[in-house]
Nanobody, 118 residues
């Protein structure tokens, strides 16, 4: 099993920055290959924010390219999301996801709220 715990959400003004963290724990957490972030706003579909592989290959959603940066500390099984130049439309629950290859399964965190005021 893998448990994911997110932290770092909150309320920020437009143009501000936040840094999210997601720590993975559990017996097979060290086998998490791709980790990353998705987000879901009220009334909208869940969308990709950013993902990163164990080797450091990244992929970003179009709406956050150039503003958000994902990074990873494999020794700590932790993934980070630095969010700059935040916009009101970035307001959502941000959910951490980990894919574990050995069991071919995705694990999700409970989410952390990010609210950007105009």
């Amino acid at each position: 099993q893998v448990q994911l715990v997110e932290s770092g959400g909150g309320l920020v003004q437009a143009g501000g920055s936040l840094r999210l963290s997601c720590a993975a724990s559990g017996g097979i957490s060290s086998f998490a290959d791709t980790m990353g972030w998705h987000r879901q706003a009220p009334g909208k579909q869940r969308e990709l924010v950013a993902v990163i592989t164990r080797s450091g290959i990244t992929n970003y959603g179009d709406s956050v390219k150039g503003r958000f940066t994902i990074s990873r500390d494999n020794a700590r099984n932790t993934v980070y999301l630095q969010m700059n130049s935040l916009k009101p439309e970035d307001t959502a629950v941000y959910l951490c996801k980990a894919h574990v290859v050995v069991v071919q399964r995705d694990y999700w965190g409970q989410g952390t709220q990010v609210t950007v005021s105009s």
